[in-house]
Structures are given as structure tokens and as C-alpha cells.
């Protein structure tokens, strides 16, 4: 890995999960677990284009599925120094060029209004502070870019709801931060984002969720 490969932001903090980052790499390689995820990353991430920002890479996962008819170059950014060295592995993978850096969601190196689209993918259930995340992805975002997420999210039950609650002390230590429990879409709404399309997939204690989402440009932004 050189320097021109993985850039270290000065705003990077330190984070790292090396069980969680192993863990996690290896499960994703599984046939069945591929079979369930691949389609939903093919899904999400072709509908990326231009300049093309993906929080939280982790290991690389998606960058298989970028449309190079669509996406002129990715930013593709990560906390967790131990899953930069997947992604960093992975990076060939990609049809499109791909700049890795270490850098938390809270605090993008990036200027403001900078990209056309920005993914995330299974990263808001981890962040420290979702809403501050959410901020800073809707002011790298140009007015009108999109907004490409899948999440794993809030139970719609009752009951699997208090379960995923009891289970976060346990996730979160074990899982690298992982909130089972958290409702990404209403925190979008609350930062001002029209939400496109959505689509809410399984249930029990992991339902899924893909939301297409735009940027609007608000008064007090012009």
C-alpha cells in the first residue's frame, strides 16, 4: 500500500476492530451470505454515478458493483485501520478508480456540494453519532445528488424491537459498534432529505432497509 493508495485524514480517529474486521471479511465471503447481500449491494450501488462517495467501505465489498458506465471515479473512506487493509486487497476488484481514506463519517475530508452520489452501506448502525454522520453526508452532497443506503434497521415489531434493544450492550461490544436497533430513515427525514424510493426487506430482529434519498436544496442553503 503507498501513499498515493490510502490517504490518512488528519480528522481520522482511532478506531479499530481487528476480530470484528476479520470476522466480519470472512463471514461476507460465504456463498449463502453473498447469495443474500450481493444482489442488494448490485441493487444499491449501481445506481451511484459521477463523482461517487461510499462512507464506511469496510472491506471493500461493494466496489465490484460500480457501473463504469456511470461512475466517473469513487472516495471511498474508512475508520477502522484494519478494515482499510481488506478494502486495500480488494481494491482491483473495482471496474472504477478508487481513492481510499481513513476517515470517520462524523468528519469528511471533503468540500462542501463535492459529489453526485454517496453510498452507504450497512455503516449507520456503527457510527457514533448517526446524526452528525447524516450532516456531514447531506453537506459533501451537491444539492440534488443522491443518497444510496442500505441499512439494517429497527424492528417493526413490538416485542423484536425490545429484544434488539437488550441485545445492543451485547452488540455493540462484540460486533464493532453495531446498533441492531437504530431508524436511519427518520434521521434522514430530520436532516432534510427527500426520500425517493424505499424498500423494507425480512423482519424479526434484522429487517433491511434500501432507500434511495436526495439531497434538497433548502432556502437557507442558497
Known amino acids: 500500500m503507498t501513499s498515493n493508495d490510502l490517504h490518512l485524514s ?4 482511532a478506531i479499530s476492530y481487528p476480530r470484528f474486521a476479520a470476522f466480519y471479511n470472512r463471514m461476507m465471503k460465504q456463498p449463502q451470505i453473498r447469495q443474500q447481500f450481493d ?16 462512507v464506511g467501505a469496510g472491506g471493500g465489498q461493494n466496489f465490484p458493483f460500480y457501473d463504469r458506465s456511470r461512475v466517473v471515479r469513487v472516495e471511498a473512506t474508512e475508520p477502522d485501520e484494519k478494515m482499510l ?6 481494491r482491483g476488484d ?9 476517515a470517520t463519517a462524523e468528519m469528511l475530508p471533503f468540500p462542501d456540494a463535492h459529489f453526485d452520489s454517496l453510498v452507504v452501506t450497512l455503516v449507520l448502525c456503527s457510527v457514533r453519532d448517526p446524526e452528525h454522520s447524516l450532516r456531514e453526508i447531506k453537506r459533501v452532497l451537491r444539492p440534488g445528488g443522491d443518497l444510496l443506503l442500505l441499512e439494517h ?17 451485547l452488540t455493540t461490544r462484540c460486533l464493532g459498534n453495531c446498533h441492531w436497533n437504530r431508524d436511519p430513515e427518520r434521521i434522514l427525514v430530520e436532516q432534510g432529505f427527500e426520500i425517493m424510493s424505499r424498500r423494507l426487506l425480512g423482519g424479526g430482529l434484522q429487517p433491511f432497509l434500501i432507500v434511495h434519498a436526495r439531497r434538497t436544496e433548502q432556502p437557507d442553503e442558497r
Open 10 to 13: 488528519a480528522t481520522a480517529k
Open 153 to 169: 434497521v429497527r424492528a417493526q415489531g413490538k416485542v423484536a424491537a425490545k429484544v434488539q434493544d437488550v441485545l445492543v450492550p
Open 39 to 54: 444482489p442488494l449491494r448490485q441493487q444499491i450501488v449501481g445506481l451511484a454515478h459521477g463523482v461517487v462517495l461510499e
Open 85 to 90: 487493509i481488506y478494502a486495500e486487497s480488494n
Open 94 to 102: 473495482a471496474p472504477v478508480p478508487i481513492t481510499l481514506t481513513r
